[in-house]
């Protein structure tokens, strides 16, 4: 009847170093819960307005992106995936909601991580009125004035550059698009690849005297791009 002893020792000790392990082991984060019946949304404290990106705002593009957030336990956003896509604008509504902060979500008196959705709205509108009423806050500027381009026909002259010179505005609210009255269709280049199509967006710099002082390419098309640059110069 003594072998059984070394095998009670042994069975106590695994027991004990066990207990030591989980003793020393990190304590999991609690598992996130959403948002629904008892488990509110949680409530914002700081507040990242989105930036219109330049290349959405040119196309006239507006809409309302949703996001899935999940906000830690600290109340910071973790993760955001998008659930609905509005593509020129997804990038600026991620950028935005991961620097938003809210009050810790409890359950049972715990702060545990919290999933919900959420929307990003963007209105024209809006960036528009935003814009004009940050332009009325800053001091005029005297804008660069750019000579036409050389295009086989008689340049209107250029701008004298003075300071009494109005600084340009840029369509939107109020302001409406310039009516044009001389239209060039671009060239289809020789060169460019079979089947290569697409939509070059230009932001487009017009003289007070109605000519085309300036474009540059905000959403490229490579091969096309400089057949739309000598159109619209």
């Given amino acids: 009847m003594v072998r059984p002893i070394p095998a009670l020792v042994a069975a106590l ?5 066990a207990s030591l392990a989980l003793a020393q082991a990190p304590a999991q984060d609690p598992a996130p819960v959403r948002v629904g019946g008892t488990i509110k949304a949680p409530t914002k404290v ?16 507006e809409g309302v992106v949703i996001l899935a957030l999940l906000v830690g336990p600290t109340g910071t956003v973790q993760d955001a995936t ?14 935005a909601v991961k620097q938003w902060e809210y009050e810790p979500t409890l359950v049972n008196g715990v ?39 050389a295009t086989g026909r008689t340049p209107t002259p250029a701008i004298p550059a003075t300071d009494a010179q109005p600084p340009a505005v840029r369509v939107g609210g109020v302001i409406k698009a310039p009516t044009k009255i001389v239209h060039v269709d671009p060239v289809y280049p020789a060169a460019v690849a079979p089947g ?21 390419v905000l959403g490229s098309v490579p091969q096309l791009d400089q057949s739309a640059l000598d159109a619209v110069l």
Avoid: H, M
């Fill in 13 to 17: 000790a695994f027991t004990a170093s």
């Fill in 111 to 149: 702060a545990v991580p919290v999933i919900y959705n959420i929307t990003v709205a963007f209105s024209l509108a809006k960036a528009d009125a935003a814009a004009a009423a940050s332009a009325a806050d800053s001091p005029a500027t005297s804008q660069p004035v750019l000579e036409p381009p």
């Fill in 196 to 216: 290569t199509q697409g939509v070059v967006i230009l932001e487009l710099l017009i003289a007070p005297q109605g000519y085309v002082q300036d474009a540059r």
């Fill in 82 to 95: 998008v659930l609905k896509s509005v593509p020129l604008l997804d990038q600026a509504a991620l950028d």
């Fill in 46 to 61: 700081k507040n990242v307005d989105p930036i219109y990106p330049p290349i959405a705002r040119s196309a006239r593009q």
